[in-house]
């Protein structure tokens, strides 16, 4: 080989080899980068063994087949008790999803709540709205929204009542009560107090009685069984006593003639009847009856030690009860014209006379008074009467109910109370026609479609009470346990005092954190998977590693040779021409 050609060689070889050192050292970055993936896939795999999920285990028997949904939660079923398990944020507003916002935003309940409980005409428009969002059907709405609202659902109440009710005003009222008949009533308070009833229209100065008594002249006589509950409460009728005894007793002349009215079949069935309509059931309902009977009994009761005062005893100077009739010359006419007649019933028909011409029917309670004047002896066969206006009662007895269950008395354009009760017609202002009241239907509905009623109307306190966001992802399963592991949402669930109260989910007995086999299962599969595709990269990076090793090593031992001989050749040819 030539010097020129043997030089070219060199250079040939040096640039190769210094190629193949290149591709060497970039193998070997690649094979560090694998080194680094695989060290990545194996971390990852040894995480994946950790990988739990939340299941929901409502008959505790280690079931893992139903993961934790929203549905699960918020749907009524017997997975839930009937009773609605929240999701809520930090600041205690319950988590819904578009449709239950949707009904929040139909009944025009403010995110941030209410602070209490609403109106039922809101409950009614939530109801409404759950049917318009697809959640409930027609059936159920109606179902629903025919029963009372149970405002103390998820407030320490029990479930909804299941008797139906409708809306009605005091005329549909009257005429439902068209049908409840009533009959005054005679007979004996004990041995030593009679009593005389006698029911007055006072319209049509008709009287409708039971018992002996005299027919006053100028008045019409009826047959018994011809008035109903809602005559009375649409008309102006007086329920007339008379009491007979010693003036000693305790309760006095006028104390008789008082329980011969709240014993007769016509109070007794008024109150039994209102009563029966009215009781939806529920607690509030019944305080209201409560709250209105008590009322109306202490209008016409004989109960004036409560204020300090003697019962009537009919010597003149008495006081006479807390609902005045007479003057005071109606009282001495009164009590001389009753000691007259102590031997003949016919006082109480006469007196009716009296008090009708007198244009006092204008009362709603009591009319009584003793029976003897400064100018009589007192004895014991003296008499005393009162008189109620029973129409007037009634009408009192639904204005007190009426008061009771909206909180406060509703308002006039001048803020004064719209309804109250005194003793006199002119200075009272009861329940008009078109009063509105809630009433039962008398039709029950099934065990199933009143633990919905309850599960909506709880649903709906906790968001009037503590307001709620909106988030579409709710319904996604995984997003769902994701923000509840993360600690960004909360189980609201009611506890035995039947009060909700907030907590993580681990404190809720029936969602179950367990290692998620499946997620476990994937992430091994795709770790063998990628692990093998990472070994035989390096595989690959090592053979073509060891084939640029050879190939070097042959280079270097050429580079060598060629470096050698060109060596020599320079050596010859000094010897050449030095010779």
Not at 362 to 387: E, M, Q, T
Request: with cysteine; charged share 20%; aromatic share 10%.
């Amino acid at each position: 080989m030539g010097l020129a050609a043997g030089q070219a060689r060199l250079l040939t070889i040096t640039a190769r080899k210094s190629d193949c050192e290149y591709q060497s050292m970039r193998l070997s970055h690649q094979k560090i980068a694998l080194s680094r993936e695989l060290a990545d896939l194996s971390n990852e795999y040894q995480n994946s063994l950790d990988q739990t999920k939340l299941i929901y285990d409502y008959y505790g028997t280690g079931d893992t087949s139903t993961p934790l949904s929203y549905s699960i939660l918020m749907s009524p079923s017997t997975l839930n008790d009937y009773m609605p398990t929240l999701l809520t944020d930090s600041m205690g507003r319950v988590t819904l999803n578009s449709k239950y916002a949707a009904a929040a935003r139909f009944a025009g309940i403010p995110q941030e709540g209410l602070g209490t409980l609403p109106s039922e005409a809101m409950r009614q428009a939530f109801v409404e709205g759950l049917y318009n969002s697809g959640i409930i059907s027609s059936t159920m709405r109606d179902t629903i929204q025919g029963l009372p609202y149970n405002q103390a659902a998820g407030f320490g109440g029990d479930t909804t009542v299941a008797v139906q009710t409708q809306d009605v005003t005091i005329s549909e009222l009257s005429e439902i009560l068209g049908s409840y008949v009533v009959n005054p009533t005679d007979g004996y308070y004990d041995t030593s107090i009679t009593r005389g009833i006698v029911l007055y229209d006072n319209t049509s100065k008709t009287y409708y009685k039971e018992g002996e008594s005299d027919i006053p002249s100028g008045y019409t006589e009826a047959s018994s069984g011809q008035v109903t509950l809602g005559d009375i409460l649409s008309g102006n009728y007086t329920l007339v006593a008379q009491g007979q005894g010693n003036r000693t007793s305790s309760i006095g002349y006028s104390g008789g003639a008082i329980d011969a009215v709240v014993t007769s079949s016509v109070w007794s069935d008024m109150l039994d009847v209102m009563e029966s309509l009215l009781d939806t059931g529920d607690t509030y309902t019944q305080q209201a009856l409560d709250y209105a009977r008590s009322n109306i009994e202490y209008m016409i009761s004989n109960q004036c030690n409560q204020e300090g005062r003697q019962s009537p005893k009919g010597d003149g100077n008495a006081e006479d009860g807390k609902y005045q009739f007479f003057n005071d010359d109606d009282m001495e006419n009164f009590a001389h014209r009753y000691h007259s007649n102590k031997d003949s019933n016919r006082g109480v028909i006469n007196q009716v006379n009296n008090w009708v011409s007198s244009s006092k029917t204008g009362y709603i309670g009591l009319v009584s008074r003793g029976n003897a004047d400064s100018g009589h002896d007192d004895k014991n066969g003296c008499k005393s009467a009162i008189g109620v206006n029973i129409s007037s009662v009634m009408r009192a007895y639904l204005t007190y109910f009426y008061d009771f269950m909206n909180g406060v008395s509703a308002t006039d354009i001048n803020g004064n109370d719209a309804y109250y009760v005194n003793d006199k017609l002119s200075t009272s202002s009861l329940v008009d026609d078109d009063t509105v009241l809630t009433i039962t239907t008398g039709t029950t509905v099934s065990s199933d479609d009143l633990a919905q009623a309850t599960f909506y109307d709880a649903l709906f306190n906790q968001i009037c009470a503590n307001g709620w966001t909106e988030n579409d992802n709710i319904d996604d399963t995984e997003y769902l346990q994701e923000m509840l592991q993360s600690g960004m949402l909360y189980i609201s669930k009611v506890k035995d005092d039947v009060y909700y109260y907030q907590g993580n989910y681990a404190t809720d007995t029936y969602i179950k954190e367990i290692s998620d086999e499946t997620m476990i299962a994937q992430a091994e599969a795709k770790y063998t998977t990628e692990k093998a595709k990472l070994n035989a990269k390096e595989e690959t990076l090592d053979m073509k590693m060891k084939n640029l090793d050879t190939e070097i090593s042959s280079l270097t031992t050429e580079y060598d040779t060629v470096k050698n001989t060109i060596s020599k050749n320079i050596e010859k040819s000094f010897k050449r021409y030095n010779a």
